[in-house]
């Protein structure tokens, strides 16, 4: 007769603070039983307990079982599943045996878990947000980033508007904030990437209801500002030479070149972009990942020019709660992207908040800390005519860069 196997199937976790019970479902594996508990494999080692006669495993007869086995597979030999947490961590309350708050709102557009303010990480309270309350979190990162101001500078400012929600919800919050003059913010928008250009009239709305005048620079005013015969011959080189790059690593470059452009023009030292939290995390972490250190931010000097990332302590998901619209449109304009290691280090700047809610800002500001030991961490490149991060170039890197662009 076929052996009856229960649809819940129980695997214990023993550690240093004690042993724990949750459940399995019988069509999954070991392995997605952990996952979905969210016990990284990492971290243990699973056994079956044929027989066991004390609380100790070490005194049990242990075998090593593979968490790719199916869960069903592995009831039928009669024997327990047990795990051992590596180390004395607390993890199970870091995962679970912390409370979790609901804080409920009428209206909400999105949520965000939040580390308690006294008790730390491990007393969450899961936040509903309405569109209001996004934009009072963005506006409060942006004046904080407005209130440390390099001294005796203007705040007169270029903005990089890309029509989605990041530059929408920028722009708003430098308004909002009265610390800015209306008359002296110049958004400006760059058209010559295929997906980016899909937002101009929306960039154009966007800024038309905010009452500002919004700089549109079409294609072949791009070229000619980066000196290229043709904005398209230049895309085609660059997946030439850089195949497993995106296009959008060429626009970054390109956008960065023609906001420094515009604000020369408009005579001002600042550039202000909607780069956000998980933005700025992901590229500490893949600087770090290099041996190098993070680079400045929220201000970060490129040439005469200063860049600056108002944003930078907001969440992605929260700074599109601002104006879902506009940023739901952003979504479903934008090409896809095949970059293995933008997604890696994306995914992993996610995952930090999910691990222990404000972990992200805590390493953000540290890198933001430790970006200070290098003062020029980005120099000219005299055979490029442009700036580059210091150190970060290989010869072979060099090279490409210089048959793009045609350069001797």
């Known amino acids: ?54 609380k100790k495993l070490s005194d049990s007869m242990l075998t090593f079982i593979s968490a790719s086995q199916p869960l069903s597979e592995i009831v039928k030999t ?14 199970p309350s870091l995962l679970s045996g912390g409370k979790t708050f609901l804080r409920k709102v009428d209206n909400p557009v999105t949520e965000w878990i939040f580390p308690d303010k006294e008790k730390g990480a491990f007393y969450k309270t899961l936040a509903q947000l309405s569109s209001d309350d996004c934009l009072n979190i963005v506006s409060e990162s942006v004046k904080e980033v407005l209130n440390n101001w390099p001294k005796n500078t203007s705040k007169r400012m270029v903005v990089g508007v890309s029509g989605g929600g990041d530059s929408n ?90 906001l420094s452009y515009y604000a020369k023009l408009h005579k ?20 770090i990942g290099k041996g190098l250190l993070p680079l400045p931010a929220p201000f970060r000097k490129i040439g005469s020019v200063t860049f600056v990332y108002p944003m930078w302590k907001v969440p992605k998901k929260i700074g599109d709660g601002a104006f879902p619209h506009y940023s739901l449109v952003n979504y479903e304009n934008r090409n896809p992207s ?8 994306y995914y992993i700047a996610y995952a930090l908040s999910e691990i222990c809610p404000g972990l992200d800002l805590t390493i953000l500001e540290g890198f933001s800390k430790i970006s200070a ?24 890197q060099l090279r490409k860069w210089k048959d793009l662009f045609d350069l001797p």
């Open 1 to 54: 007769m076929q052996q009856k196997i229960d649809e819940n199937i129980p695997i214990y976790i023993y550690s240093s603070h004690g042993i724990f019970k949750f459940l399995g479902k019988k069509d999954e594996t070991l392995g997605s039983t952990l996952k979905r508990s969210e016990i990284p494999l990492s971290a243990i080692t699973t056994y079956l307990v044929a027989s066991q006669t004390s």
């Open 338 to 345: 095949y970059s293995e290691g933008r997604c890696l280090y």
């Open 268 to 287: 001002v030292k600042y550039v202000a972009i909607g780069a956000n939290r998980e933005d700025l995390v992901s590229e500490g972490l893949a600087r």
């Open 373 to 396: 030991k290098e003062r020029t961490p980005i120099v000219k490149e005299q055979t490029l005519n442009d700036f580059v991060c210091k150190d970060r170039f290989s010869p072979e």
């Open 78 to 91: 009669g024997s327990r599943i047990v795990v051992q947490l590596a180390r004395n961590i607390s993890l």
């Open 169 to 258: 919800v920028l722009l708003s919050a430098l308004l909002k904030s009265e610390l800015v003059k209306k008359s002296d913010i110049f958004p400006v928008m760059m058209l010559g990437i295929p997906d980016w250009d899909k937002q101009k009239e929306q960039a154009k709305e966007m800024c038309q209801n905010l009452g500002l005048k919004l700089e549109i620079v079409e294609a072949k005013q791009v070229a000619k500002i980066v000196s290229v015969s043709s904005l398209s011959e230049l895309m085609k080189r660059f997946e030439k030479h850089f195949p497993d790059a995106d296009l959008e690593f060429l626009g970054t470059f390109l956008l960065r070149r023609i």
